[in-house]
Nanobody, 121 residues
Framework: QVQLVESGGGLAQPGGSLRLSCAAS????????MGWYRQAPGKQRELVAT???????NYADSVKGRFTISKDNAKNTVYLQMTALKPEDTAVYYC???????????????WGQGTQVTVSS
């Protein structure tokens, strides 16, 4: 099986920073895109940032210039560096990855369990 395990969430003050990590493990042949999504209470899950296998990145307008997504292919890990945090960034952050488990499999979408990020003074 494949698992995505997130870490690094917590409480930050407005203007502060946090770094999220998400490590993929298990039977992995290759990973295509990886990304971060978030869901605030009473709202739908929304895209935060994605990074493709060739390193191309995409960001939600609300986080451009403040968040940076990166990945370590050797560790099957994606990171989200969050700076200049705002109270509206408060949400559960989910890691997502498109993973192919064997050479004959299709890429399937996998999700982490989520990590809480709270921005408050």
């Amino acid at each position: 099986q494949v698992q995505l395990v997130e870490s690094g969430g917590g409480l930050a003050q407005p203007g502060g920073s946090l770094r999220l990590s998400c490590a993929a493990s298990g039977r992995i042949f290759s990973i295509n895109a990886m990304g971060w999504y978030r869901q605030a209470p009473g709202k739908q899950r929304e895209l935060v940032a994605t990074v493709t296998s060739d390193g191309s990145t995409n960001y939600a307008d609300s986080v451009k210039g403040r968040f940076t997504i990166s990945k370590d292919n050797a560790k099957n890990t994606v990171y989200l560096q969050m700076t200049a945090l705002k109270p509206e960034d408060t949400a559960v952050y989910y890691c997502n990855a498109f993973i192919r488990r064997t050479i004959i499999d299709r890429f399937l979408s996998y999700w982490g369990q989520g990590t809480q990020v709270t921005v408050s003074s």
